[in-house]
């Protein structure tokens, strides 16, 4: 069988490496992908929600299942795409259609979903541009911090945290009438602030069924002791050591069991990865979002730890048999630790020569910004390289990727040491 992942960073790289083991596929196909998945699949120079193109490619290559890694294409609907040409609708989509990809593409309606299905999660009031007195008059009705949210996609940009009542009144009249991020703060989602320690969990669903992926948690701050500017994430650590049993049952009783059947009451048929962010307060489980696939850096330290073949569980989703899939996890513990580019999350340079990746032998290299020219390997995003280590503990795993970085080298290059310092 041949497959195609559409998406270029390290959740398709680790998509990609996974999906390699199993025996069932012939070649896989990454579109447009990055230096590592050059290595173990076809690259393909094609944008993930370039529809027209990716057809061609699927019937030009004979491929027979499409994996979606990042969230545009599924919120432009690419899933919706296929589905409605005679010669692609036969072919799976791994992620949910437009319909269902609105949980992620807008945090609006996911909100309304949550409080309609009873799902846990903090207190909320959205506004547009006619109705910004009253947006500002229910901040007033609010204890500081004050959460601002764009209520489209904004790249990971569109939360506001603010510790001032009136700078949260500018920042709100900036979001609505200024635009500050463009069409996707027409709406905005004021929220309560939930205080508490985050964490991620995962889900695979075939629409019916779920499997319930390993938890993990990462760090979305540039600076040590989750200082600075957020980023796409600096580090991710699974599993969560304050994860335990208990509170991973009020997760599948409260949330997962409740978002599954809340799709199929609303008519949303949910086939992929729902990625529920949530807060932990003293115990007892909120969710703050959901994404509509795999999180990035989380994904390279949750696939990892799955000991099943990745790709009969898609099969499982497919056929709306996913609960009869195997499905184990290994008790070790995975660390993933993010080589950025200088300047990263703001302006930073390009093109820059990485040196010392055949050295490292105890740790995944999973690339991310990452371009191959003339046999070298060179940066080419903000956000370049995980290095992901197992280990029977975080402290033992951790230091197997310190040291596998020790031996890694860029112009610039930048990581936070203390991924996991809340946790050890």
Do not use: C
């Amino acid at each position: 069988m041949n497959i195609l992942i559409l998406g270029s960073g390290g959740r398709e790289h680790a998509f990609a490496l996974k999906l390699s083991e199993s025996k069932k596929i012939n070649q896989l196909f990454v579109a447009p992908g990055n230096s590592g998945t050059e290595a173990i699949a076809k690259n393909v120079a094609i944008s993930p929600t370039d529809f027209k193109a990716i057809k061609q490619l699927v019937l030009d290559e004979n491929i027979k299942m499409v994996i979606v890694g990042p969230e545009a294409p599924l919120v432009e609907g690419v899933h919706d795409f296929f589905l409605a040409d005679n010669e692609l609708q036969n072919i799976p989509v791994i992620g949910p259609k437009k319909d269902g990809a609105m949980l992620e593409g807008s945090k609006d309606f996911s909100k309304i979903f949550m409080e309609k299905h009873g799902i846990p999660t903090a207190k909320y009031q959205s506004f547009v541009k006619n109705t910004l007195d009253e947006g500002k008059k229910f901040l007033e009705t609010l204890n500081p911090p004050y959460v601002l949210k764009a209520d489209g996609l904004a790249g990971g940009k569109g939360v506001l945290i603010l510790n001032s009542l009136e700078e949260a009144k500018e920042e709100l009249t900036d979001m609505l009438t200024n635009q500050k991020f463009g069409a996707a703060s027409n709406t905005v989602v004021i929220e309560e602030f939930l205080d508490g320690i985050e964490l991620s969990v995962f889900v695979l669903t075939d629409g019916k069924n779920y499997k319930v992926l390993p938890s993990a948690k990462d760090y979305k701050r540039i600076g040590e002791g989750d200082t600075g500017l957020n980023t796409g994430g600096m580090g991710a650590i699974s599993p969560v050591p304050f994860a335990d049993d208990d509170f991973l049952n009020k997760v599948e009783e409260r949330i997962i069991k409740p978002t599954i059947n809340g799709l199929r009451q609303d008519g949303i048929d949910y086939r992929g990865f729902i990625f529920i962010g949530l807060m932990n307060i003293k115990g007892n489980p909120f969710v703050v979002e959901y994404n509509v696939r795999m999180g990035d850096p989380e994904t390279e330290v949750v696939l990892p730890r799955i000991e099943s073949d990745l790709l009969e569980l898609f099969e499982g989703v497919v056929n709306q048999n996913l609960h009869k899939k195997s499905f184990s996890v290994t008790s070790q513990t995975a660390t993933t630790v993010m080589l950025v580019a200088g300047g990263y999350p703001e302006s930073y340079d390009k093109g820059k020569e990485i040196t010392g990746l055949e050295k490292v032998t105890d740790s995944i290299v999973f690339h991310a910004g990452t371009i191959s020219k003339k046999g070298k390997t060179l940066t080419n995003g903000g956000r370049v390289m995980a290095i992901t280590s197992f280990g029977n503990n975080i402290d033992e795993a951790l230091k197997k990727s310190y040291r596998s970085i020790d031996k890694i080298h860029w112009e610039q290059m930048n990581f936070r040491k203390d991924i996991g310092f809340d946790l050890v």
